[in-house]
């Protein structure tokens, strides 16, 4: 990791950039960054990685069992990790600064499984400052729904940049009376960034609580905390009634191999994600795309990127933030707020189910990653807005999937 990436050509942008990071002002978009960092990709298609292994994705529906169900959530949950943060770095060679969405950016495909049947993506960004995603990804034939939204909080430390992530997601199965999953968001650093070569470690603890009474804790490191390997976890998995007994014990690298141990010490293999098959998302081609569709949108940036062209990634961005400031001020004059695609907000006490799950997954700071979670009560959580996904939006909407 100490071998210097930075392109020779490059380096002395980088050096700026190192210095703006120095002078940050809290919004990781607005830095400015040489070409050889940036990601042709918008934060928006990050939302894929929840689902892109079809099979794990699918998996606990078909589970009649709520231990070993929930067992399933857990494995598919650590199986989605490695593409959530290590893809780029596997395939481009570092951590890259994705494409920062515009307010009503949507992106959508599908999977088509023989064996599954098709599993719909839909993702919008549902806020600019600070901004935010929101994602739907459902599998009708097994009768599996996600949906969240996310947005992330940055500092600084000597040598890494420290995320915080805020929102969460939550896993409906239809077929075990609507039984649902929170999903909390772990937090990360960004290492190797004087070289040249960032990537991303996770940290802390991330929780996934049931309305089947399970809940388990997983907890982060990266190299030399639970092992001398990087990117591990662990997680115990308890159930509401006793929450001291540990039913299992889930270790190992959320990027390669894991085991389970049971209650009464019995270890086998849980999960290597090196082995979970990553499915192709189907996107439409441009032509049939919409402006606001994110590949659409972006793709002369896009193609600015790959040419490497400083001049022609900035002119061709400040297009789209010309057309963004009009859009704003054409809103403001007439005393309206863009219309979200397929997304509502939800006040947290007006939601029973995530109310209940939160307080058991010891959710303090809903949406306000803004105060420091010491501070936050459960009082200001309830006044939260959560961003949640309405089905009858997108099946009136002129934008689909395919
Ligand atoms: C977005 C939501 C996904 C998981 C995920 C993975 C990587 C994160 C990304 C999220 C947010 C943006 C992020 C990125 C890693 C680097 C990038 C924090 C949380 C920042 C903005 C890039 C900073 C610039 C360096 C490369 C120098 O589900």
């Keep these: ?212 009474g399970y809940k388990a804790t997983i907890e982060y490191s990266g190299k030399g905390y639970f092992s001398g390997k990087k990117n591990t976890f662990k997680a115990k998995v308890t159930s509401d009634g006793k929450p001291k007994d540990t039913l299992y014990t889930i270790s190992g690298q959320w990027s390669g191999v894991s085991k389970i141990k049971d209650a009464k010490g019995k270890e086998t293999t849980f999960l290597d994600s090196q082995n979970v098959v990553v499915n192709q998302l189907q996107v439409k081609p441009l032509a049939e795309q919409s402006e606001l569709e994110s590949r659409r949108a972006w793709a002369t940036v896009a193609d600015a990127i790959t040419l490497g062209n400083y001049e022609l990634i900035h002119q061709e961005k400040s297009k789209l933030e010309v057309e963004q400031r009009v859009f704003r001020k054409r809103e403001e004059r007439d005393g309206k707020t863009w219309p979200r695609r397929w997304f509502t907000t939800a006040v947290v006490k007006d939601e029973a189910w995530y109310e209940q799950l939160s307080d058991k997954a010891g959710v303090v700071a809903g949406a306000s990653a803004s105060s420091s979670s010491n501070n936050v009560t459960k009082a200001d959580r309830t006044t939260d807005t959560n961003w949640r996904f309405d089905r009858t939006l997108y099946e009136q909407n002129v934008i689909k999937a395919d």
Excluded: M
């Design 1 to 212: 990791a100490t071998e210097n990436k930075v392109p020779a050509s490059q380096s002395g942008s980088w050096t700026s950039f190192l210095k703006s990071i120095a002078s940050y002002n809290g919004d990781l978009a607005s830095l400015t960054a040489p070409p050889f960092i940036l990601s042709s990709v918008s934060l928006t298609e990050y939302s894929k990685f929840w689902a892109e292994s079809t099979s794990e994705f699918v998996a606990p529906a078909l589970e009649q069992d709520p231990e070993q169900r929930f067992l399933k959530v857990v494995r598919w949950f650590i199986g989605t990790l490695r593409e959530q943060y290590c893809s780029r770095n596997e395939k481009l060679g570092s951590e890259k600064k994705p494409l920062n969405p515009f307010l009503g950016e949507v992106f959508t495909g599908y999977w088509d499984s023989p064996e599954y049947g098709r599993t719909v993506l839909v993702s919008e960004q549902v806020s600019h400052h600070p901004p935010v995603t929101g994602y739907a990804i459902w599998n009708d034939a097994n009768k599996v729904q996600l949906q969240g939204y996310n947005g992330i909080k940055a500092s600084l430390s000597t040598s890494a940049i420290s995320v915080r992530q805020y929102g969460h997601a939550v896993l409906t199965l239809d077929a075990f009376g609507g039984e649902k999953y929170l999903i909390t968001l772990p937090a990360l650093h960004i290492e190797g960034i004087l070289f040249g070569s960032p990537y991303v470690e996770l940290e802390g603890k991330s929780f996934i609580q049931s309305t089947s």
